[in-house]
Nanobody
């Protein structure tokens, strides 16, 4: 079992930056991939960024060039650096881990005000 806890969300103005963190209860070095998803009110949850165990990344078109996913050396943290934030980035952001099972964090709210 792995518990994931997100932090770093909050209120930010358009054009600002935030860094989301996801703390895993143990090393996730055996992961297949980790990722960040988001869900805005009235919308389906969508993939924001994903990082595989081979260090390949996938980003949603809407965040390419603005967001960066990374992990720490010990593979206990997953980060999402978000720059040049837009109102449409407002959502609850969830950390996701795929090993042989799937794990989700509880989510952290990001609100971008114009």
């Amino acid at each position: 079992q792995v518990q994931l806890v997100e932090s770093g969300g909050g209120l930010v103005q358009v054009g600002g930056s935030l860094r989301l963190s996801c703390a895993a209860s143990r090393s996730i070095s055996s992961f297949r991939y980790v990722g960040w998803y988001r869900q805005a009110p009235g919308k389906q949850r969508e993939l924001v960024a994903r990082l595989t165990s081979l260090d390949t990344t996938v980003y949603a078109d809407s965040v390419k060039g603005r967001f960066t996913i990374s992990t720490n050396g010990a593979k206990t943290m997953v980060y999402l650096q978000m720059n040049r934030l837009k109102p449409e980035d407002t959502a609850v952001y969830y950390c996701y881990l795929n090993t042989l099972r799937e794990y989700w964090g509880q989510g952290t709210q990001v609100t971008v005000s114009s």
